[in-house]
């Protein structure tokens, strides 16, 4: 569904409806990309590695049209509930990104 602003944008040309699975590949290139990137650079670049390399196999299962709404809205909310200050740091960039990946597919695919 789309707001009125983002009807307008629509009609006048400024976007373009795409896909689901076309956003799904999108965004997971460009994860894959960021994730490539620190992985290289190493050091504290890593936790971005977590964040991002996490993201992987969801933006697959979108882009392959396997993407269960009903279920990623059980593993977000799980997801968001398990964040805590006692994690690690690794712990917390992979659960962010977790969070992050689902709730931006779940958005889109209002």
């Known amino acids: 569904m789309y707001s009125l602003l ?4 629509l009609q006048e040309g400024k976007i373009t409806e795409e896909k689901f699975e076309e956003f799904a ?3 997971g290139k460009g994860a894959a990309k960021i994730a490539s990137t620190a992985e290289e650079k190493g050091g504290l670049s890593l936790l971005t590695w ?11 299962k979108a ?9 990623a809205i059980k593993e977000f909310e799980k997801t968001l509930k398990s964040i805590s200050l006692n994690m690690t740091q690794i712990e917390f ?3 962010v990104g977790r969070m992050e990946v689902l709730g931006e597919l779940l958005i889109r695919e209002k």
């Open 63 to 71: 882009e392959e049209g396997k993407f269960d709404k009903e279920a």
């Open 50 to 60: 977590h964040h991002f390399k996490v993201k992987a196999p969801y933006y697959k």
């Open 25 to 27: 590949i999108t965004r």
């Open 93 to 95: 960039q992979r659960e």
């Open 6 to 9: 983002e009807l307008l944008k």
